[in-house]
């Protein structure tokens, strides 16, 4: 009986190493995504109120969670049983993420037209219109991180297919919960610096706290341009990873990211062409 229990204790022993060198390389495999995830949520959940700005990355990152929920098991069964569907959901999900890179760009470009009107809108607006464009962006974040989570749960699993399916399981799990919990963690630390300038001054730190005040919209206009960049470049590697063709159009003379991102770029700005044409035509049926 006892030889029975620590022969028992010896396998758990073996399956918790298993699991924890089979996190530790698929966490590795998925440190770039992680960086992109991180870059494109911070954008996200930024430009809020101030006093709402915790309260609606708690909501991103329970909408976070609930996408992990569904993309877990179905990750799961698919590779189990029709792996060929992995690269499929993958590509629409790139090209998801490649029209909201090129989208953001062309608003960028635009915004200096239409820049007083939305001052205008933002001036006239009631409280209960801005809470419906929080909602609308909470919305956007959410659908975002589902595309980039497909992609961050793909990589962790594809890194232990050859473990038993307990480790799998335990290993990709923890991978997207690191990834839900950590990223929008750093989320929150990052939205809340000109708190601690605030703190800083009233702890009569000056400088230090004008530092940090005036790091915050400097940090959020980085991490929008990073994010918008980011979404190019994962949507780029998403398609020449899973698309024969896009790879060989890639120029052996510029290094590989690149060839990514002008691919990504390309794409991104047909399927957003294709997409405005689309709602053009659906107002004119209307």
């Known amino acids: 009986m006892a030889s029975g229990f620590f022969a028992l204790l010896d396998d758990l022993a073996i399956l918790a190493d298993d699991i924890a060198l089979s996190t530790k390389i698929a966490t590795q495999k998925t440190a770039g995504i992680l960086g992109d995830d991180l870059a494109v949520n911070a954008e996200k959940a930024t430009g809020f109120k101030q006093d709402r700005e915790l309260k609606v990355i708690w909501e991103i990152t329970k909408g976070s969670l609930k996408n992990k929920a569904i993309i877990l098991p179905i990750s799961f069964i698919l590779s189990a ?23 953001k760009i062309e ?19 009631t409280n209960e219109d801005v809470i419906a464009i929080e909602k609308e962006k909470i919305k956007s ?19 232990v297919l050859d473990k038993p399916l307990i480790t799998q399981i335990i290993s990709t799990t923890i991978v ?79 290094p590989a990211i690149l060839n990514e991102f002008v691919i990504g770029l390309i794409v991104g700005f047909i399927v957003l062409f294709v997409i405005t044409r689309i709602k053009s035509f659906k107002k004119k049926m209307a």
């Not at 959901?89 to 989208?103: D, M, N, Q, S, T």
């Not at 608003?107 to 607006?125: A, G, I, P």
């Not at 589902?146 to 890194?159: D, Q, Y």
Request: without cysteine; proline residues 2%.
């Open 81 to 103: 049983i029709a792996p060929w569907t992995i690269p499929i959901i993958l590509v629409f999900g790139g090209l998801y993420l490649l029209y909201e890179g090129a989208e």
């Open 176 to 254: 997207a919960l690191v990834a839900t919990f950590g990223v929008y963690g750093i989320v929150a630390l990052i939205v809340r610096i000109d708190n601690l300038g605030f703190y800083l001054i009233k702890k009569e730190k000056v400088s230090l706290g004008n530092f940090f005040i005036a790091l915050m919209p400097k940090l959020i206009k980085t991490l929008s341009i990073v994010g918008t960049i980011a979404m190019i470049l994962v949507g780029g590697g998403i398609l020449s990873h899973n698309i024969e063709f896009v790879h060989h159009l890639f120029i052996s003379a510029i």
């Open 107 to 125: 608003e960028y470009f635009h915004k200096k037209s239409h820049t007083k009107e939305d001052e205008e809108v933002l001036k006239n607006s």
């Open 141 to 159: 974040a959410v659908i975002t991180d589902f595309i980039l989570s497909v992609e961050i749960v793909i990589l962790a699993l594809g890194t």
